[in-house]
């Protein structure tokens, strides 16, 4: 079993910056791929990024690519997503998400996730 809790959610405007951390525990992080998904109002999950288990590749949706950047500490069992230029379309309840499935081609296309978060909360104001 997995318990994953974010942090770092809040109200920003417009422009602004703000990192997400996710702290991970139950098993071994570092075997773990790991993926930011966000759910906006009125609208499904979508998959924001991915990175690979050792830390060594990355997968970003195209609507976030060149701001945000996902990053992982393994010696710390932590998860980040460092949020620049924000918009307010980026308004959403952003999860953190591990795979178990040790495939990286379905870790980095967003699928495969079986452990959640329970979300926090990111407000842009224009």
């Known amino acids: 079993q997995v318990q994953l809790v974010e942090s770092g959610g809040g109200l920003v405007q417009a422009g602004g910056s703000l990192g997400l951390s996710c702290a991970a525990s139950g098993r071994t992080f570092s075997t773990a791929h790991m993926g930011w998904f966000r759910q906006a109002p009125g609208k499904e999950r979508e998959f924001v990024a991915a990175?690979?288990?050792?830390?060594?590749?990355?997968s970003y949706a195209e609507s976030v690519k060149g701001r945000f950047t996902i990053s992982r500490d393994n010696n710390k069992n932590t998860l980040y997503l460092q949020m620049n230029g924000l918009k307010p379309e980026d308004t959403a309840v952003y999860y953190c998400?591990?795979?178990?499935?040790?495939?990286?081609?379905?870790?980095?296309?967003?699928?495969?996730?079986?452990?959640w978060g329970q979300g926090t909360q990111v407000t842009v104001s224009s």
């Open positions: 998400a591990a795979a178990a499935d040790t495939s990286w081609y379905r870790a980095a296309l967003g699928a495969s996730y079986n452990y």
């Open positions: 990175i690979r288990r050792a830390g060594g590749s990355t």
